[in-house]
């Protein structure tokens, strides 16, 4: 599909069942997203809910919280992220023209092994929105503490158009 021609991108997200909320309230030291000519660079963020905005999901997953509901983490981290996204370019996903990078990060044990399979849930979202041929490259990292006890954080690189 040529640039010029993208799907209306906040049209799919609609269509799909997939409600992306205001942006998260500005932080200090810590914008959800920074624009830098044709990229965007997403900041980690967490499965909230709101407002009154409110972390959900929370906990060790595979020992307080299950692989499906951090899958569903993983999911609402992404459309939080596509929240901030859309806020930083001024209310529309219209410029984005693809997710080139996608970090998950997934509070478990050392030997939990499915954190590609917690991470499939924001994969999905994007999947969902901007289909298959725009699906970015991705990890999923097991780490030990995520802010606040969060059980997924996800982070993105995103390719803009002019």
């Known amino acids: 599909m040529a640039e010029d021609s993208l799907p209306d991108w906040d049209e799919r997200a609609a269509a799909a069942g997939i409600v992306i909320p205001e942006p998260l309230p500005a932080q200090p030291l810590f914008p959800g997203a920074v624009i830098d000519g044709s990229t965007a660079y997403t900041s980690g963020i967490v499965a909230v809910e709101g407002p009154p905005w409110k972390m959900v999901y929370a906990g060790s997953v595979g020992d307080e919280i299950s692989v499906e509901d951090a899958q569903k983490s993983a999911a609402l981290a992404m459309v939080c992220t596509l929240a901030n996204l859309k806020g930083a370019l001024g209310g529309s996903l219209g410029r984005v023209e693809r997710f080139?990078?996608?970090?998950?990060?997934?509070?478990?044990?050392p030997d939990f092994?499915?954190?590609p399979t917690v991470i499939?849930?924001?994969s999905e979202v994007l999947?969902?929105?901007f289909g298959q041929d725009r699906l970015p490259a991705?990890?999923?990292i097991g780490?030990?503490?995520?802010?606040?006890g969060a059980s997924v954080?996800?982070?993105a690189v995103v390719r803009l158009r002019d």
């Open 143 to 148: 780490v030990a503490a995520l802010p606040g």
């Open 113 to 115: 092994m499915q954190a």
């Open 120 to 122: 499939n849930g924001a």
């Open 127 to 129: 999947l969902n929105i």
């Open 100 to 109: 080139v990078k996608l970090m998950g990060f997934v509070r478990c044990r």
């Open 138 to 140: 991705r990890s999923a």
């Open 153 to 155: 954080e996800i982070d």
